[in-house]
């Protein structure tokens, strides 16, 4: 079974500075992908960004970016220039292994962004 | 251009009662997930719905729970007798295909307190 791992269960960040949330993942699928959500305090689960295990580059939407080593298995989330918007929960996630679709969740982190 | 929704947004209810669910996928969209997360926590996968194919059914926690998708789209959650600790947050996804890089679109879930 795939397992999704993410140790920090809070963050603050100072507004404008950047911050790394971790995620580390363990599969035997030779070809996977990895999420990203967010989760404000309203509840609604905001997709932010994929990488498929065999993208060249690591993705990048805006503000984030993936940090992606797939020798060390982690697929960092980078949030460049914080928000005080940015403040919620975020989880990363990725399809188990098998014919599954459904994503399997990390236990997320609060960030909190700081004036 | 709307997005996955569903209803009741909140749902208060007593012990032993049963309640349903719905979640309306985007106009579409083969796949269709529930979710479910307690508070304080990921989330955790019920079941899952593509096309006119069998549904997996491998995360509902017990048989009272049961799940319907009718005409590969509106989707109804039951839950019967429920319990206290089936209160939690219902969240429901959707994706265009059911293949592992396809974003899944969330609703903004509902609340289920059992009293």
């Known amino acids: 079974a795939q397992k999704i791992t993410q140790t920090q269960p809070g963050m603050f960040v100072q507004e404008k500075e950047a911050v790394t949330l971790d995620c580390t993942y363990d599969t035997s699928d030779p070809s996977y992908g990895l999420f990203w959500y967010k989760q404000p305090s309203s509840g609604e689960m905001i997709f932010l960004i994929y990488?498929?295990?065999?993208?060249?580059q690591n993705a990048t939407e805006g503000r984030y970016s993936l940090n992606f080593q797939k020798a060390r298995k982690s697929a960092n989330l980078v949030i460049s220039a914080s928000q005080l918007g940015d403040s919620a929960m975020y989880f990363c996630?990725?399809?188990?292994?098998?014919?599954?679709?459904?994503?399997?969740f990390g236990s997320g982190t609060q960030l909190t962004v700081l004036p | 251009g709307a997005g996955v929704s569903q209803s009741p947004s909140n749902k208060v209810t007593e012990k032993g009662k049963d309640v349903e669910l719905r979640c309306d996928p985007i106009?579409?969209?083969?796949?269709l997930y529930w979710y479910r997360q307690s508070l304080g926590q990921g989330l955790e996968f019920l079941i899952y719905f593509q096309g006119n194919s069998a549904p997996d059914k491998s995360g509902l926690p017990s048989d009272r729970f049961s799940a319907e998708r009718t005409g590969g789209s509106v989707s109804t959650l039951t839950i019967q007798r429920t319990q206290q600790e089936d209160s939690a947050v219902y969240l429901c996804?959707?994706?265009?295909?059911?293949?592992?890089?396809?974003?899944?679109?969330f609703g903004p879930g509902t609340r289920l307190t059992v009293l």
């Open positions: 990488q498929g295990s065999y993208d060249q």
């Open positions: 996804a959707s994706s265009l295909g059911g293949q592992a890089y396809n974003e899944q679109f």
């Open positions: 996630a990725m399809p188990p292994s098998g014919s599954a679709r459904q994503l399997t």
């Open positions: 106009s579409g969209h083969t796949a």
